[in-house]
């Protein structure tokens, strides 16, 4: 493969100016923007809703640059709704992935994905909000040219709160790490943040049972 038809893997966090990247990129290059594809909504809705958050204004409520195309634009959908291939556990489960590992599922779909960017043309662009352990799986799996965009924590903190949406992304990483909580490098870190927020962990607790992660 050459490099202009490798995959681009931008590795990013909630909050941390990666929308505005990709956003750009897409913008200036024929790229098939993939937007956080691990995404746990994306086997959940058409198309059509997809299009109508857009013109309801979904990027100016979260602060994201609003252009003729949307995070939505690039992905194939399934007749009856749902990006095709997704699944629901991709978003929290084996958070961690190694070179090597077998993941089936995963590998069709962002296989999937490669080959609906080539159908259109174009050169598939991944932004990432939670595959920073799965980076030598996807090293092995995509042979991306990868870019790391990083932000202070103060200020992603700060981005939370100013969203008024800190709660979704505090849970989020609960989620991360009482799914993954038998891994080494996670289990301590689990450990000692259930331990001081016992309120946090049951919540935590309440939204897996809840969401059926």
């Known amino acids: 493969m050459t490099d202009a038809a490798r995959p681009v893997v931008l590795q990013t966090m909630w909050r941390t100016g990666g929308t505005y990247l990709a956003f750009k990129l897409r913008e200036r290059n024929p790229l098939a923007m993939f937007y956080e594809p691990l995404h746990e909504d994306y086997s959940d809705h058409t198309r059509a809703e997809f299009d109508a958050c857009h013109e309801a204004g979904a990027e100016l409520i979260r602060r994201h640059p609003v252009k003729s195309f949307h995070y939505m634009t690039d992905y194939p959908f399934l007749p009856g709704g749902g990006v095709a291939g997704h699944r629901r556990d991709f978003a929290y489960h084996r958070f961690r992935l190694r070179r090597g590992d077998a993941h089936p599922a995963l590998r069709a779909y962002l296989d999937g994905l490669v080959a609906s960017a080539a159908a259109a ?18 090293e ?45 490098i996670l289990a301590p870190v689990y450990e000692r943040v259930a331990g001081e927020h016992p309120d946090f962990a049951a919540a935590g607790e309440a939204l897996l049972e809840a969401e059926q992660f």
């Open 121 to 138: 043309g174009r050169r598939p662009l991944f932004k990432f909000c939670r595959a920073f352990l799965r980076q030598p799986w996807l």
């Open 140 to 184: 092995a799996t995509l042979d991306p040219v990868t870019i790391y965009l990083a932000r202070r924590p103060s200020g992603m903190r700060a981005s939370y709160r100013s969203l008024g949406a800190g709660g979704y992304f505090y849970s989020g990483f609960l989620r991360a790490l009482r799914l993954n909580r038998d891994e080494p």
